[in-house]
Structure formats: C-alpha cells, structure tokens
C-alpha cells in the first residue's frame, strides 16, 4: 500500500530558529514528491521533487529528496510567525492521484 | 483568472439531509479532485476525474456520488448525509495526472456539519 509519513506531528519553536520537516514514503512506483503549506484555508503548493540530491530552494525555505533512503526534508531558516502553518508531503505514486501524509502542525513563538 | 472556487463555504445540515458541493475552475485543468480533512487524518481522496464524463473512487467514496458533466465544472452530492461526514471538504484541479509532474490547485474548502 502507497504509504506517506511526515514527522514530527507537530512543533514548536521560537522565532529566528532553523527547521527541519521529515516526509518518508513506502514506494511501489515513485513519481514525485511534493510539499504544500496550509495556513487557515486551502493548502498552497512550495515544492516539486523528482530526483535525488537537487535541492530545491524559495527564499528561506529549501527541500531535498533521497528516493534511495526513500525521504524528503524540507527545511526553513531564520522563522518567522508567518511561517506558522501546517505543511503537507504529497507522493504521485504514478498515477493519477496524490497521496498525502498526516501534516506537521509548526507553531513559531515571537 | 479565480482559480478553484467552492461553493457554499459553510453549510449545517441535519442528518439525512441531501446536498451538493459545487467546485468550479477556470484553469482548463483536465484532472479534478475531491478530498476531505480531519483532525489528524490529513487529506483523504474522495473521487477524482480524470476528463469531462469521468469518475472513479478515491480512498473514503462510501456516502458520497459524483459528477463531471463539464470539464470545469466538479459535483460532489451527499445523498443521506451522517454526522460522520462532518469535515472540510476541499477539491482540487491538475492540468494532467500521473503521467506528468504537475502539481494540484486547491479551492478554498467548504466546512460541512451534520448534526
């Protein structure tokens, strides 16, 4: 069974630190992974990751992906309160459809 | 361009009451999508549609039908509603599927509550 898990489920953290956001995916035909953030409504789209070791990049945020060890991470430096949102790692396992993990719940402290 | 829309926004019903959740894109997007989120759950595939007059279950179709009889155009119908189907519902749009790297466009979501 296609499979997507995020950790950790949730984090707290203090403005200015550094974050890093686990996805791992148990594979049965590997398209792609990508990575949305949902504040209070509709997720939006940050990342799509195809192939391993190229790191994707938008200001403060980055992600990677290793489709040997099977994970991706996003992560995101100096944080801001902005950054408080629940992000979502999505696997295309070939198909026609996405398959989402649980979310990890980031909270930043001021 | 307004993207995926979503209507109504809010909606209570009592149990065993019908309703129709309209999602509309401008986007000539071919692939559209129906998901729900709970708690903890994250979002789970209703149906999806790969082309006009197209269907086919997600992960969690029990209790719902829909229909795509224009390509812009995405019903989801509760027919009996239950207050297990309480949740956000949010759909989505993609220009292609699995044979292409695009990714999915969400609506704003509509926030259901069966009593």
């Known amino acids: 069974e296609d499979k997507v898990v995020q950790s950790p489920l949730s984090l707290v953290v203090h403005e200015g630190d550094t974050v890093t956001l686990n996805c791992s995916y148990e594979?049965?035909?590997?398209?792609?992974l990508l990575w949305y953030k949902q504040e209070k409504k509709a997720p939006t789209f940050l990342f799509m990751l195809t192939s391993s070791g190229i790191e994707k990049k938008s200001g403060r945020l980055s992600s990677i992906l290793d489709k040997k060890e099977l994970f991706s991470i996003l992560n995101i430096t100096a944080t801001q309160t902005g950054d408080s949102a629940v992000y979502l790692c999505?696997?295309?396992?070939?198909?026609?459809?996405?398959?989402f993990g649980t979310g990890t719940r980031l909270t930043i402290i001021p | 361009n307004a993207g995926v829309t979503q209507t109504p926004k809010f909606r209570v019903l009592k149990t065993g009451q019908s309703m129709t959740l309209l999602c509309a894109q401008d986007m000539n997007h071919e692939y559209m999508y129906w998901y729900r989120q709970d708690p903890g759950m994250g979002l789970r595939l209703i149906h999806y549609?790969?082309?006009?007059?197209?269907?086919a279950k997600g992960e969690v179709p029990d209790g719902y039908n829909v229909s795509r009889l224009k390509k812009q155009n995405f019903l989801l119908g509760l027919e009996s509603a239950a207050p297990s189907q309480t949740s956000v519902y949010f759909c989505a749009s993609s220009p292609h599927g699995g044979n292409s790297y695009n990714e999915q466009f969400f609506g704003p979501g509509t926030r259901l509550t069966v009593l």
């Open positions: 594979v049965t035909n590997f398209r792609s």
């Open positions: 999505a696997v295309n396992f070939g198909n026609e459809k996405l398959t």
């Open positions: 549609s790969v082309g006009e007059g197209t269907t």
